[in-house]
């Protein structure tokens, strides 16, 4: 029960990612690095502390595909709704499913909903849309990678975050560093605190205890959360095909995972 309660708060928390990156007006890849890059150093000394050895190959694989989700999400909340990306990414327990060869109506269903929120939408929010299912895909490689892993949750943690952003490195001349002030630098900081130290922190936790379709479930919190505050904060109010094709996902990924 411990576990499950420590993952429901993380999906809380996830749910305050796109809301602090909206404030950001810096590039998505520096954004991405400088999550990862800060949690990591903060969490380095529980390394250090506990001297336990660490095998660096086994997480590099694992830490790619959460940089990609990353990246693919953080740029989508740029392109698309809040509310779309949310709902989007947390299609994650859909390809964790799919990994494990598992087909049912109720997994048809949800892809039926995410054709149903872009149904005649414009190319950019298309667009979005898309990376916002990359990044759904992106996360549940991770969480299924880590599953298949023996390993310490503090001593694990911050190295997965540092390798994480080492990945980031390379696409930053691409995209260049955006504009650096002072409500970005409060919005990263925040980014670091909430969703990545408290969210990702309870999914490394928990990978390797819970089922991993329970594990990528808890991205299902994000959007309800993410969508309310961005009503309140940024006026944003999903239209229709929001409404109805993102409530179609969301309902048929919980029966999914029910079953």
């Known amino acids: 029960m411990r576990d499950k309660i420590i993952l429901f708060l993380g999906g809380i928390a996830f749910g305050t990612a796109a809301i602090f990156v909206k404030f950001c007006s810096i590039t998505p890849p520096f954004i991405t690095f400088l999550r990862f890059l800060i949690a990591g150093i903060l969490l380095l000394p529980f390394v250090l502390k506990r001297r336990r050895k660490i095998f660096l190959k086994r997480f590099i694989l694992p830490s790619l595909f959460l940089s990609l989700h990353m990246l693919f999400f953080v740029s989508s909340v740029f392109l698309t709704t809040i509310a779309s990306s949310t709902i989007l990414v947390s299609t994650s327990p859909i390809f964790a499913m799919l990994f494990k060869k598992k087909i049912d109506p109720f997994i048809i269903m949800a892809i039926l909903g995410i054709f149903v929120m872009n149904f005649n939408t414009s190319f950019g929010y298309i667009f979005g849309n898309i990376l916002a299912i990359l990044s759904a895909i992106s996360f549940a490689i991770y969480t299924y990678l880590l599953s298949r892993l023996n390993y310490d949750f503090l001593s694990t943690i911050p190295i997965i975050y540092l390798i994480s952003s080492i990945?980031?490195?390379?696409?930053?001349p691409f995209y260049g560093l955006g504009d650096i002030n002072l409500t970005s630098i409060l919005a990263v900081l925040g980014l670091v605190l909430v969703p990545t130290l408290i969210g990702?922190?309870?999914?490394i936790y928990t990978a390797n205890k819970l089922p991993i379709s329970l594990v990528t479930s808890a991205e299902?919190?994000?959007p309800v959360?993410?969508?309310i505050l961005a009503?309140?904060?940024?006026?944003?109010i999903p239209d229709i095909q929001e409404i109805v094709g993102g409530t179609i996902t969301l309902i048929s990924?919980?029966?999914a995972f029910r079953r």
Do not use: W
């Open 167 to 172: 990945f980031m490195i390379p696409v930053l």
């Open 200 to 203: 990702h922190g309870s999914v």
């Open 220 to 222: 299902l919190i994000e």
């Open 225 to 227: 959360v993410a969508t």
């Open 231 to 236: 009503i309140l904060i940024f006026h944003q």
């Open 253 to 255: 990924i919980y029966f």
